[in-house]
């Protein structure tokens, strides 16, 4: 074989080699949950209602979830009111936000008690199906079922524990989207200010990635499903 | 071989016609190593002097504990040592190639010859001067971990090198997946968001994870121990300086380590104290629930497995209640909670 030979044929593999690794990275890299807008769903100034839900089991059967049997977190479109697949929000800057979150999934006790505190909402307390509280004993929650997910943004200090559910309940959620209306949740409120603009990651305290070493890889970790940002625009 | 002329390169040193601008001593090359240790010699020690009084009070972590100083004081004093040495070499190099550059048109000829074979004098002052040079350092490093009681890093379970101080505030870090959070044994056992430390005083931090391995990094305060589970890290330090500090992880412990830092303070004794009493009655409604204060806590338990309220693990989530050192916590909440795994009540 020739040299030029030779030199065409490594440079093609390389050439091949490149594309594979940038394609694979890109897939990574520009796949992401998209975000559901709380900017204009009221007017400005006016108090945002974010209305989130936590399902045990996300399913697929809207947002066509990667990994159906993961526990995620869904997050209510504003006026169409759809439950979108995802972890990603925009919230305006300097406003109160009002949250709901509709627990459906079971619970356990916390790895560290300490997140069973509520603290960084308005009042340092949260609502549990209306009842005001400021700590959770997630060894013996109200009813008895630990703690299903916390809802917690370090860099904001905020902290919110919601209780589990009994799966031997007829009418717990399988699988997402779950309805508040019909099945089995406990609902928990509380509200905070957002601060200037910026990004605000959240997670939850449960390692509740089943499976995974320390219960912390898969779903707790990723991106759409149980850690999240809340990114605050002007 | 020359003994006098140390480096210098020669062949048929003498045949060389003397070169413009050099005065060669009577009967061949001038004394190289003799026009180099002056210009060695002033550079050296103005770099030196420059890095110790200009640049050396600002070099990291700074001074803000009795560990940060050392850290400074260690680095600026290798950096005297070790700047001469690079500056020989530099020195050496920059006169070579000027001295015996090939376009010099009497520059003598330095390969080969009898003075390239060996030099006694320069073996012997090359291996004794590294020699000292290594050796102090090597002398310096430990003396410099050992008496400032472990300098702030990690001693493991059982610290040999421990401050002689008679007060000692112990503070546990506990690190899990993505936060550090603090536990003040005297306070209470209260565990905290956020790190703060009272002045002038000396701090056992006791370093522990609920998950992977992590690594506990007070950086201005000069103090990084890992954070293993199941394992008690110690290291110590004593706060000189009020102020804010960066604590961050620096061992990669998952996809959001980058996020897991927090910013501790420095108060003055009374502004702790005062901090630390009224956090220690907020934190109360939370502290009867948790652990009793232990120098490890089980990772695996916990609902560390995923599954529902109960331990799966067989293991018990909490190492045995222990007190630290000569003055024991100031009270301990609940302080016999079951070794058994099965969630108990709060009471
Ligand atoms: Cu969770
Ligand atoms: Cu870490």
Redesign the pocket.
């Known amino acids: 074989m020739s040299r030029s030979w030779r030199i065409a044929i490594v440079l093609g593999l390389f050439a091949c080699a490149v594309v594979l690794v940038v394609f694979t990275a890109m897939a990574y890299i520009a796949t992401s949950p998209p975000t559901v807008s709380y900017l204009d769903s009221q007017p400005p100034g006016a108090t945002v209602h974010l209305v989130m839900q936590?399902d045990g089991v996300v399913g697929s059967a809207t947002g066509g979830a990667a990994h159906p049997t993961w526990?995620s977190y869904r997050i209510r479109t504003p006026k169409t009111h759809a439950w979108t697949h995802t972890t990603l929000v925009y919230l305006p800057a300097h406003s109160r936000i009002d949250v709901t979150i509709y627990q459906f999934?079971s619970g356990s006790p916390l790895r560290n008690q300490h997140f069973g505190m509520v603290t960084g909402t308005i009042g340092n307390d949260a609502k549990l199906n209306g009842k005001t509280f400021k700590v959770l004993n997630s060894y013996d929650t109200p009813n008895g079922q630990g703690v299903?997910?916390?809802f917690t943004v370090p860099s904001l200090g905020i902290n919110v524990p919601l209780e589990g559910n009994d799966t031997s309940k007829k009418t717990f959620c399988t699988y997402g989207p779950c309805d508040p209306a019909t099945q089995l949740h406990t609902k928990t409120t509380f509200a905070f200010t957002t601060p200037g603009v910026g990004n605000y990651r959240f997670q939850?305290?449960?390692?509740?990635g089943g499976g995974r070493y320390a219960g912390n890889g898969g779903?707790?970790q990723t991106l759409g499903y149980?850690g999240g940002f809340l990114e605050v625009r002007a | 071989m020359s003994e006098d002329t140390g480096f210098q390169p020669q062949s048929g040193a003498g045949a060389q016609p003397p070169g413009p601008g050099r005065t060669p001593p009577a009967g061949g090359q001038p004394h190289h190593f003799r026009r180099m240790i002056p210009i060695w010699l002033a550079l050296a020690l103005a770099c030196d002097l420059i890095w110790w009084f200009v640049v050396g009070p600002h070099v990291p972590p700074g001074d803000m504990s009795t560990s940060a100083v050392g850290a400074q004081f260690d680095f600026n004093v290798l950096f005297l040592a070790a700047a001469p040495v690079v500056l020989a070499v530099w020195v050496y190099l920059a006169y070579a190639v000027w001295t015996w550059r090939a376009s010099r048109a009497d520059a003598p000829e330095p390969v080969g010859g009898p003075a390239a074979r060996s030099n006694f004098k320069v073996q012997f002052w090359w291996i004794a001067i590294t020699t000292v040079v290594v050796l102090a350092a090597f002398v310096f490093g430990t003396v410099e971990l050992i008496v400032p009681a472990g300098a702030g890093g990690a001693e493991g379970p059982n610290p040999i090198w421990k401050p002689t101080a008679k007060h000692m505030l112990v503070v546990q870090v506990i690190a899990q997946q993505w936060k550090f959070t603090y536990r003040y044994p005297s306070y209470g056992g209260m565990q905290t968001n956020t790190l703060v430390l009272p002045n002038n005083t000396w701090i056992a931090f006791h370093v522990t994870s609920l998950d992977v391995i992590h690594s506990f990094w007070a950086y201005q305060i000069g103090v990084k121990v890992d954070a293993n589970p199941q394992l008690d890290d110690v290291a110590y330090t004593k706060t000189r300086q009020t102020g804010t500090f960066t604590v961050r992880c620096s061992e990669l412990c998952g996809i959001w380590h980058g996020a897991m830092f927090d910013y501790g303070k420095v108060l003055s004794k009374s502004a702790f104290d005062h901090w630390a009493t009224t956090t220690e009655k907020k934190q109360a409604v939370n502290t009867k629930y948790l652990p009793p204060f232990a120098w490890t806590y089980s990772p695996t338990a916990n609902g560390a497995t995923g599954a529902t309220g109960v331990n799966t693990s067989g293991q018990s989530p909490f190492s045995p209640e222990q007190h630290y050192g000569a003055t024991p916590a100031r009270k301990l909440v609940r302080s016999s909670l079951t070794s058994t795994a099965t969630p108990t009540t709060g009471t």
């Open positions: 936590t526990v999934d299903g997910h916390t939850c305290f449960i390692p509740c779903a707790m149980m």
